[in-house]
């Protein structure tokens, strides 16, 4: 075998093992993320708080933004922000309003932030609303992410 040829097997090999060692986003129903709130999963609501006021937010989700409302975000501080409650170790959810926003940052997670199993909520919180899932106000949820820094 030739030079050229063990070095293109080489870096394909790497490709390989670095692809492998991401985890895969998962894209669930709301069946699905009822069942995983059950079993203690962190939900984290992506959403600037404007439209966290408009339709509400689902019980224990933790509030953080991750766009702000030019559509810039600084994913190392929102990282720093989440990880006291959200272990890359474990599995997490991610929600915005529609799917698109959460399906950018679940894959961040998953690809560059280490996460193993991360889940987006593929029809966001309108689907939640839509399928007549609970929502509460957002007042209380903004007041405590206020207080605590993860807003």
Same mark, same amino acid.
Do not use: H
């Given at each position: 075998?030739?030079? +050229?040829?063990?070095? +293109?097997?080489?870096?394909?090999?790497?490709?390989?093992?670095?692809?492998?060692?991401?985890?895969?986003?998962?894209?669930? @129903?709301? !069946?699905?993320?009822?069942?995983?709130?059950?079993?203690?999963?962190?939900?984290?609501?992506?959403?600037?708080?404007?439209? $966290?006021?408009? %339709?509400?937010?689902?019980?224990?989700?933790?509030?953080? %933004? /991750?766009? @702000?409302?030019?559509?810039?975000?600084?994913? !190392?501080? $929102?990282?720093?922000?989440?990880?006291? =409650?959200?272990?890359?170790?474990? *599995?997490?959810?991610?929600?915005?309003?529609?799917?698109? +926003?959460? +399906?950018?940052?679940?894959? /961040?997670?998953?690809?560059?932030?280490? =996460?193993?199993?991360? =889940?987006?909520?593929?029809?966001?919180?309108?689907?939640?609303?839509? @399928?007549?899932?609970?929502?509460? *106000?957002?007042? *209380?949820?903004?007041?405590?992410?206020?207080?605590?820094? %993860?807003?």
């Amino acid at each position: 075998m030739n030079l +050229r040829l063990c070095s +293109r097997l080489f870096a394909f090999c790497l490709l390989l093992v670095s692809l492998a060692a991401r985890s895969e986003v998962i894209d669930i @129903d709301n !069946a699905e993320l009822a069942r995983l709130i059950e079993q203690g999963a962190p939900l984290i609501d992506v959403r600037q708080q404007a439209e $966290w006021e408009e %339709t509400g937010v689902i019980a224990g989700s933790r509030l953080n %933004t /991750f766009f @702000d409302a030019s559509g810039q975000a600084d994913p !190392a501080a $929102w990282l720093a922000r989440i990880k006291p =409650y959200a272990a890359a170790s474990q *599995p997490v959810v991610i929600i915005c309003r529609s799917g698109s +926003r959460s +399906r950018a940052v679940s894959r /961040f997670l998953s690809q560059e932030a280490g =996460y193993a199993t991360v =889940y987006n909520v593929k029809n966001g919180i309108k689907g939640w609303i839509a @399928d007549q899932y609970p929502v509460t *106000p957002a007042a *209380p949820a903004i007041a405590a992410c206020r207080k605590a820094g %993860t807003c």
